[in-house]
């Protein structure tokens, strides 16, 4: 396993790393060439890896920063458990060609996939419904943002940074070694 990689799932909690591990042991094979996106982050083979890394890295860095300002309302371990998860239908999703999606994936559907690699490796029932929000809104609120309701909570929030952090202003970084 990625020395990084191993020290990040070292920070989240036994049955955690146990479902995290599971994941990527199944699909090592997999998971070594899986690109990150089709076009705009981490895109090369290998990339998948490196951005979860990445988020992983930028959850760390930004928990700690914000924790020192004041009491955050959710734990780290439960941050970088929803970011590990939070793209795992990518290696599935991204083909070889630049630009090109598997047709299956419908944009609706990506989260059924996501809850059922979960639920394939032990991952689902770890998750509080606060997990399954920032799991669901890591990427955004899209057609679900109202002005009269909070969809987004405060751990999907944190995510969210960490997300677009990796994706929008390090998206060529890191580049696999």
Known sequence: MRPRLEAH?????????????????????????AAGSTNNHQS????????????????????????????????LEDAMFVLFWHDCEKPWRVMGKPGEYHSAFDKELIFDFQMNKMWEHGADK??????????????????????????????????????????RIFHDYPKDR
């Open 9 to 33: 799932l070292k920070l989240m909690t036994e049955p955690q790393q146990v479902a995290c591990r599971r994941f990527l042991n199944t699909h090592k094979e997999l998971l070594k060439t």
């Open 44 to 75: 090369w083979p290998g990339g998948y890896l490196g951005h979860v890394e990445e988020v992983l890295s930028l959850a760390l860095a930004y928990y700690q920063t914000l924790a020192s300002t004041r009491e955050l309302p959710f734990l």
């Open 126 to 167: 770890l998750l509080t419904p606060e997990m399954e929000n920032a799991l669901k809104y890591v990427e955004g609120e899209k057609g679900d943002y109202t002005q009269g309701e909070r969809t987004m909570g405060e751990l999907a929030g944190f995510c969210h940074i960490c997300d677009v952090t990796s994706a």
